[in-house]
Nanobody, 123 residues
Framework: QVQLVESGGGLVQAGGSLSLSCAASTRTFSNYAAGWFRQAPGKEREFVAVISGRGVGTRYSDSVKGRFTISRDNAKNTVYLVMNNLKPEDTAVYYC????????????????WGQGTQVTVSS
């Protein structure tokens, strides 16, 4: 069982930046791809970004490409999401996830989930 704990959400004005972190409880974190998803009120959960276990490969949704950057530090069992040029439509609860690359990319789901952290972007 892998536990994921997100931190770093908050309130920011449009055009601003926020960084999210997700700490994993497992020492074998590098065995898992890690991703970020988000869910806005009244909307379905959507894929944001994913990074491979060793951090070599990344993918982003079209809505965040060029503004968000996913990275990881396996020595710290942590994955990050740096969000720049935030827009009001980025407002959502952001969830960290871990699992296989294929599952995250093709099924937009994962084996393990964090509890979520709120990101609110004001206009």
């Amino acid at each position: 069982q892998v536990q994921l704990v997100e931190s770093g959400g908050g309130l920011v004005q449009a055009g601003g930046s926020l960084s999210l972190s997700c700490a994993a409880s497992t020492r074998t974190f590098s065995n898992y791809a890690a991703g970020w998803f988000r869910q806005a009120p009244g909307k379905e959960r959507e894929f944001v970004a994913v990074i491979s276990g060793r951090g070599v490969g990344t993918r982003y949704s079209d809505s965040v490409k060029g503004r968000f950057t996913i990275s990881r530090d396996n020595a710290k069992n942590t994955v990050y999401l740096v969000m720049n040029n935030l827009k009001p439509e980025d407002t959502a609860v952001y969830y960290c996830a871990a699992g296989s690359w294929t599952t995250i990319m093709t099924q937009s789901t994962a084996d393990y989930w964090g509890q979520g952290t709120q990101v609110t972007v004001s206009s």
